[in-house]
């Protein structure tokens, strides 16, 4: 196993499979609430969809609407099950926040260079934890 050790932005714990983006995403114009889905046309993930996924990206961008759509997503049921995020800004806190989904966030190493798409994850908001449980590719997550 793999632990990175941060700082809890909203409690709880899930485990799920990690949908990492290398770019900031676009709250304002950049996520389809109805779906869950990345619209933002010249982002590497566009039409993928983060429901039920633990969303790990460097961090939000564009404006203060990002927080109001991402709480769409909580409200319409398309949220991410978990916010995984490498720079801590007050768009993404108040995102994660709304939406209610356990964060973590300031990493001693950067989720999105250790964590990849598909691994199986442990979000652990309460004690500012993400642990890689096992690699997409179906082998042993070793290092820390």
Known sequence: MIELRGR???PGV???EALVSHETI?????I???SGTIIERRHELVGVCFTGKVLVFPGAKGSSGWSGFFQSTRLMGTAPLAMVFTAMTTKAVLG???IRVPTVSEFEQDPVVVIRTGDLVR??????????????????????
């Open 96 to 98: 994660a926040v709304v």
């Open 14 to 16: 899930v485990e799920g």
């Open 123 to 144: 979000v652990d908001g309460d004690r500012g934890t993400v642990t890689v449980m096992e690699r997409a590719d179906g082998g042993e997550a070793h290092g820390g």
């Open 26 to 30: 676009s709250g304002w114009g950049g």
């Open 8 to 10: 809890g932005i909203v």
């Open 32 to 34: 389809d609430p109805a």
